[in-house]
């Protein structure tokens, strides 16, 4: 089975700094998909970005990129000139390639607080 | 249309009574999952529908548990002698899949339980 790992229940950042969220992640499987969810408060999930394990090169999304290293199994988050807006729980997910297997295996999250 | 709808938005129950939960999925989408989200943890799979069949099932999933999707559009999850441990965010997904590539889960704003 499948484990994602995040190990800070919480981080802050300065508006219009940049903050790094750690995730990890235990798989046997060699295809597969990791995504970056974000939570607002009393809000429905949304989808931050997403990487396909085959592809090397790292995803970005206009503030949002993160750092996928496969061998270490890892895939961090950097959001860059961060907004107030960005506060919210932050959660990375993975998923399976192969077909039937759609679920998402979350971390235990990330709250992220941003200081005016 | 305007995401995934998810009713009612609060529900709380006496430990013992029966409770029902319905999730409208976004219209085009085949695929429909249920996860349940506790205090300070990320959200856990319970099972999957693609169309109005049910694919996969969570060990989380009690005998207690029972959820359909009728005709494959919105689904119903219901939980027979609620006990407190049920307390949590019951949260709807939906996705769908494009030529070769499978859409993100779009998630709902969830139903928040409390068993008294």
């Known amino acids: 089975a499948q484990t994602v790992t995040q190990s800070q229940p919480e981080m802050s950042v300065q508006e219009a700094e940049t903050v790094t969220l750690s995730c990890t992640y235990d798989t046997s499987e060699s295809d597969y998909y990791l995504f970056w969810y974000k939570q607002p408060p009393s809000r429905q999930m949304i989808l931050v970005i997403r990487q396909e394990a085959y592809k090397q090169q790292n995803a970005t999304e206009n503030r949002f990129s993160v750092n996928f290293q496969k061998a270490a199994k890892s895939f961090s988050l950097k959001i860059s000139d961060s907004q107030l807006g960005d506060a919210a729980m932050y959660f990375c997910a993975y998923r399976s390639f192969g077909a039937g297997s759609y679920q998402l295996t979350f971390g235990k999250g990330t709250k992220l607080s941003v200081i005016p | 249309d305007t995401g995934v709808s998810q009713d009612p938005r609060h529900k709380i129950t006496k430990r013992g009574q029966n409770v029902t939960f319905r999730c409208d999925p976004i219209?085009?989408?085949?695929?429909l999952y249920w996860y349940r989200q506790t205090l300070g943890q990320g959200p856990e799979f319970l099972t999957y529908f693609q169309n109005e069949a049910q694919l996969e099932k969570s060990r989380l999933l009690s005998d207690r548990f029972s959820a359909e999707r009728p005709k494959g559009s919105f689904s119903t999850l219901e939980i027979q002698r609620t006990e407190q441990g049920d307390s949590a965010m019951y949260l709807c997904?939906?996705?769908?899949?494009?030529?070769?590539?499978?859409?993100?889960?779009?998630f709902g704003q969830g139903t928040r339980l409390t068993v008294v």
């Open positions: 219209s085009e989408h085949n695929r």
């Open positions: 997904a939906s996705s769908s899949r494009l030529d070769t590539e499978d859409t993100e889960a779009f």
